[in-house]
């Protein structure tokens, strides 16, 4: 009898420990291991090696309400997926996109943030005036300019044929003469009009009011060419939204979503290890465009890039963030419970506040 009462007795002190146990840790009793990828303001790595960020302290809450016991490693985007795959790692957490490829290899909690991918753009173009000034020795542009000397002095020749034995204002040697007629075109053609010089034989007048009304034409196409060369070249970098990367050289990161959103709308793409070194090319004007999620390219326009990047408003490609896991882990279920009452919180509110300066968008 005393038998049987001691090992109820002892059953009853290590049940709730072997029960635990499995939730409690990962392999062999050890602590769960934690891959975390920096992505501000989801996962920030401070110099001490400490880590905060939203995904990082909603990880912390859950994990301390759990009574989990952990311990960081830090990998790369691959080194997440990969060593969630092949059973390295129990739980990842960053800005880790929820896709229906990755949902086949491991779990994902129930989402905490909505948001999608967006385009990061130079704040102002790299030598825009310089550009400019360019613009003017392109050959478009010298070849419309001589073609407008060119019949300036034409119509210049064609009054002085008719003015120079009649009027003296045409009068003297012919290079002083042909130089009063395109002076005089060239006045007639701007409607500046001073007036100095004007035709009085019949042939002259004709040729005037001819020149008048064809130099109305002429004018605004004149204009409208000079603008062209100046100009379209400009517009044409111009990004407004995902239609125009077509024709944008684009950057994304290595084995991103946003990686695959491109890749499946066939858009050419430069790819980088971070977000960090994407923006920097974009800064130098090294690619036109960068793509990832928004929350992550806004935070660090305003903080690492500020002045040198502007993010596009316009959201495209849903994206849902959450805590990965193992596949078929027995953390899951009770994951999301404890992160559900904290998406719930008036904490969660106060911290993505914090971090983004927006409320929760769930």
Known sequence: MKLITLFVALLLVVAPAIAVSPMAQGQHGSPLIVGVKQAPPFAIKHEDGHWSGISVELWQQVADELGLEY??????????????KQGELDVAVGALTVTADRARQMDFSHPFYNSGLSIAVQATPQGAWLAVFKGFFTWQFISVVAALLLLLLLVGVLVWMFEHKRNQQFGGPAING??????WSAVTMTTVGYGDKAPNTLGGRLVAMVWMF????????????????????????????PQDLYRARTGTVLGSSSEAYLESRQI????FESVDAGLAAVAKGEISAFVYDQPLLQYLAKTKFQGDINVLPTIF?????AIALQQNSPLKERVDQVL??????????KQLAHYLGIEAEM
């Open 214 to 241: 064809a130099s109305i034409i002429i004018i605004s196409g004149f204009t409208a060419a000079i603008a062209s060369s100046l100009t379209v070249g400009q517009l044409a970098s111009g990004i407004e939204g």
């Open 178 to 183: 042909i130089g009063s007629g395109l002076w």
């Open 71 to 84: 311990r960081f490693q830090e990998k790369d985007l691959g080194g997440l997926l990969n060593g969630l």
């Open 317 to 321: 490609r849903r994206q849902d963030y």
């Open 268 to 271: 050419g793409n430069v790819l």
């Open 340 to 349: 559900l009452q904290q998406l719930e919180s008036a904490a969660w509110q």
